[in-house]
C-alpha cells in the first residue's frame, strides 16, 4: 500500500505560504484545514485563500472542511482548485451530506467524509460506495498540535474493514498528532494518507521529517 503525506498548511507560516508550499515539495498533497468557528472554535482561512494557494501550486490540494452545514460552501471550494474536499459527518443531516457529495461529484472533485473522535466508523456506510477518501480524526478538531488518541486505533483498524470490504479503492487518511512514531501506528492499523502539521513544519529539515512519516 503505497503510503501519501499531506503536510498541513495550518502549521505553516501565513504571512509566507507559497514559500512554505514549495518547502513541502517532496510530499504527496497539502492539506489544506478550513475552520469556521463555528463546527469548531478556531477560525482559519476560507474560499480566497485556497484560489490563491491553486494558483501558485499544482500539488494535490486535500482541502478538509471543519465547518458547519457545508453544503453552504462546497461549491465555491470547488471552484476555487480543491481536489479532494472532506465533510464532516457531524456538521448537517445526512440528506445535505448526500447533496454535498453529489456537487463535489458534479465538479469533478474528489469526495471524502471526515470522523471526529465521537463518531462511530458505521456511520460512513451510507456514503461508503461512492467516496474516494475517508478522513478519521486522532484528536479534536479546531487546533493543531495537540496529542495523538491512542483509542482511534481501534476507529482507524474498522474504517479500513468497511472499506475493503465495499470500496476497496478508497484512500483512509489519519490527521492530528501524526509524527514518525504515530504514522508507524496509523499505518499498521490501515491509513494510507497522512496529514502532519507541526510534526513537518516544525522539523528542523522539512524533507527528512516528510521522508520520516514515510518510514
Known sequence: MSIKIAPSILSADFCNLEQ???RIRTADWVHVDVMDGAFVPNITIGVPVVKSIRRHTDMFLDVHLMID????????????????????????????????????????????????????????LPYIDQLDMVLVMTV??????????????????????????HNPACDLEVDGGINPVTARQVVEAGANVLVAGSSVYGAPDVELAIQALRG
Open 20 to 22: 512554505e508550499i514549495r
Open 69 to 124: 452545514k457545508p453544503l453552504r460552501y462546497v461549491e465555491a471550494f470547488c471552484k476555487a482548485g480543491a481536489d479532494l474536499l472532506s465533510i464532516h459527518l457531524e456538521a448537517d443531516h445526512p440528506t445535505r451530506i448526500a447533496e454535498a457529495l453529489k456537487v463535489m461529484e458534479a465538479h469533478g472533485v474528489k469526495k471524502a467524509v471526515a470522523l471526529r473522535p465521537i463518531t462511530s466508523p458505521e456511520a460512513i
Open 140 to 165: 479534536e478538531p479546531g487546533f493543531g498540535g495537540q496529542a495523538f488518541m491512542t483509542r482511534q486505533l481501534d476507529t482507524i483498524a474498522r474504517v479500513r474493514e468497511i472499506i475493503d470490504a
